[in-house]
């Protein structure tokens, strides 16, 4: 099975991402073809420094490689690298209703964070997301649960592209994991842990064991005292014990009893011991690669051949069905 995913180089990974996408994308590559993008096309629909873009690709590509994403098995490359994506998005915008884009809630959320840069760019992002996963006949797309809306459309697109112009693309299916599709912020468990936000509401990859520490003893807990699980009545504790339990691959019920009658300080205290040794790979990793942009270039520009190589036969068919050639 061919499988898409991608990353917005918009600054330091944090857990979520982690979590929620890339920890599945290891055990996919295993059995199917997976391409694993690096979307810097999405990247710049919201605020962003132009002199950083460079860096954040070149450090979402390490984390890619750091989390063990093989290049010898998947496709690893950057999106503005293979010109056919504007190309298919400019193409399924004239298929795409408004109206399904003016559902989609990360619009309304990001245009709430960024009232200053509304653009049609970030109202258009869902078809650019369909393009990018389209265009590689993707069957499947493992994604959080914040953009399990933008699949949905992506299968609309795909179904009434395959109507009006012949069949051509199978319509993608979401794979989210079960437990940790949406991972929460540090500072207010309401909202999603995302990335553009302060750096106090999430545990970047590379994040220090001192930062770490820090920002767990800091994080936002609940009134009361019990360390359990509520996500109604306890956002707080209930994210961390979501966070504990994927580190350590026990069940949440397991992490209470062991905690009963012990302080959220002493909770709070092992998992960040628990996230430091997690992530010490990673910041390994990272050291180890910051040297080596050389070798990295080379593996992006090698992965852009490869998906070249099936986006142009796939654009090919779009053009002569939609009359263009
Ligand atoms: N909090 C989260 N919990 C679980 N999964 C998450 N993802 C993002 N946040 C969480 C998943 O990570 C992948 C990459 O996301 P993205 O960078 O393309 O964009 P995003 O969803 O908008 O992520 P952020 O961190 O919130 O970034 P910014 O702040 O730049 O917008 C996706 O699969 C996403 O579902």
């Not at 795909?158 to 500072?187: D, H, W």
């Not at 106090?200 to 360390?227: H, N, Q, R, V, W």
């Not at 699980?229 to 397991?254: A, F, H, M, Q, W």
Request: proline share 5%; aromatic share 8%.
């Amino acid at each position: 099975m061919r499988i898409f995913s991608g990353i917005r180089p918009t600054g330091g990974l944090h857990i979520g991402n982690y979590l929620g996408a890339i920890k599945q994308w290891i055990a996919l590559q295993e059995t199917n073809e997976c391409v694993f993008c690096i979307v810097d096309l999405h990247a710049i629909t919201t605020p962003y420094e132009p002199k950083e873009l460079q860096k954040n690709i070149l450090e979402t590509t390490a984390v890619y490689l750091a989390a063990g994403i093989n290049p010898e098995k998947s496709i690893i490359f950057v999106q503005s690298d293979v010109k056919e994506h504007a190309e298919l998005a400019w193409l399924l915008g004239t298929i795409c209703p408004m109206g399904e884009l003016s559902r989609m809630t990360q619009f309304k959320d990001k245009s709430r964070q960024h009232k200053d840069y509304v653009n049609a760019g970030l109202f258009t992002y869902p078809v650019l997301m369909a393009a990018d996963i389209l265009l590689y006949r993707s069957k499947a797309v493992p994604v959080g649960k914040d953009q399990e809306q933008h699949v949905e459309l992506a299968r609309t697109i795909a179904k009434k592209f395959n109507q009006k112009f012949g069949k051509i693309f199978p319509e993608p299916e979401t794979i989210t994991p079960k437990v940790g599709a949406k991972i929460m912020s540090l500072t207010d468990p309401k909202r999603k842990m995302s990335k553009s936000d302060d750096p106090k509401s999430y545990i970047s990859l590379f994040d220090s064991p001192e930062a770490i520490t820090k920002k767990i003893m800091s994080a936002t807990t609940d009134s009361g005292k019990d360390i359990t699980y509520n996500v109604t009545k306890k956002p707080g504790i209930s994210n961390l014990l979501t966070i504990y339990s994927l580190l350590t691959d026990r069940p949440v019920e397991d992490i209470q009893r062991e905690f009963h009658k012990k302080s959220y300080a002493d909770f709070k205290k092992s998992l960040a011991k628990i996230l430091i040794d997690y992530l010490e790979p990673f910041r390994r990793k990272q050291v180890e690669l910051q040297t080596r942009d050389v070798y990295i270039k080379e593996m992006l520009n090698k992965g852009a051949s490869r998906a070249k190589t099936i986006a142009e036969t796939t654009m090919k068919e779009v053009r002569e069905k939609m009359g263009l050639s």
